[in-house]
C-alpha cells in the first residue's frame, strides 16, 4: 500500500513548483514522504547526503536554492541530492527533523550534509539571511570540498546556464484550498 502524507500542504502545490523544479533541474530527488526520507537517510555507506529543506520565504530562499544550485557545479560535491519542502511536504519534513537533525533547531530553508544518518555540516536559515548565493555557494563549496569526493558538477555548465531561478515572496504565495 502506497504511504501517503497526513497533512495537506499549507500552500498550493502549482505555485510552489517552480521552486521544487530549480532543486530537481541540477538532480536533486524529492523525498516527499517520511519512508522516503528514511530509506535515502538510514543508509549506513559512507556516502553523503545534501539535504535541503525548500521553503517560499523569499528572502532567505531567495539566496538558498540560487546558491545550492551554483555549489553543485563544484568539483566536489556529495553523492546523493535530496529535498522536502517546508510547509509542502509536512510529514517528511517532520521524519527528517525528528529522525535524522534531532538537535538542530528546526528552520527553513536549511541545507545540511548527512552521512551515515548524521548530520557532519548544517546551514540554517540564520546562516543564510542576508547572505548572496554566491555566498552561500561558498559556505557549501568548503563544505563539499571537507566532507564529499564525488566528482561534480551535478549537471553541465552549459545546462546550469539556462536554470531559471524561482523568485517570489512567500506571502504572495496562494495558500492550498484543500486546507
Known amino acids: ?18 521552486m521544487r523544479d530549480e532543486l530537481i533541474y541540477v538532480g536533486f530527488n524529492e523525498t516527499v514522504t517520511p519512508a522516503k526520507v528514511d530509506e535515502t ?3 549506513k555507506d559512507d556516502k553523503t547526503t545534501f539535504v535541503v529543506i525548500n521553503s517560499v520565504c523569499g528572502c532567505a530562499a531567495g539566496s538558498a536554492r540560487p546558491g545550492a544550485t551554483l555549489a553543485l557545479q563544484n568539483k566536489n560535491i556529495p553523492d546523493r541530492l535530496i529535498t522536502v519542502f517546508a510547509g509542502q511536504d509536512r510529514d517528511a519534513v517532520d ?14 530553508p536549511f541545507m545540511a550534509i548527512v552521512k551515515n544518518g548524521e548530520p557532519v555540516f548544517i546551514l540554517p536559515r540564520h ?7 554566491e555566498q552561500v555557494s561558498e559556505l557549501l563549496v568548503d563544505a563539499f570540498n571537507e566532507f564529499c569526493t564525488n566528482a561534480g558538477p551535478s549537471i553541465s555548465e552549459e545546462a546550469y546556464a539556462k536554470l531559471v531561478h524561482a523568485r517570489a515572496c512567500g506571502s ?4 492550498n484550498e484543500s486546507n
Open 172 to 175: 504572495s504565495i496562494p495558500l
Open 41 to 43: 537517510l538510514s543508509l
Open 1 to 18: 500500500m502506497p504511504e501517503i502524507n497526513l497533512r495537506p500542504p499549507i500552500y498550493d502545490p502549482a505555485a510552489v513548483q517552480p
Open 127 to 133: 546562516y543564510i539571511e542576508g547572505r548572496t548565493p
Open 95 to 108: 521524519t527528517l527533523r525528528n529522525n535524522y537533525l534531532k538537535d538542530v533547531p528546526p528552520s527553513s
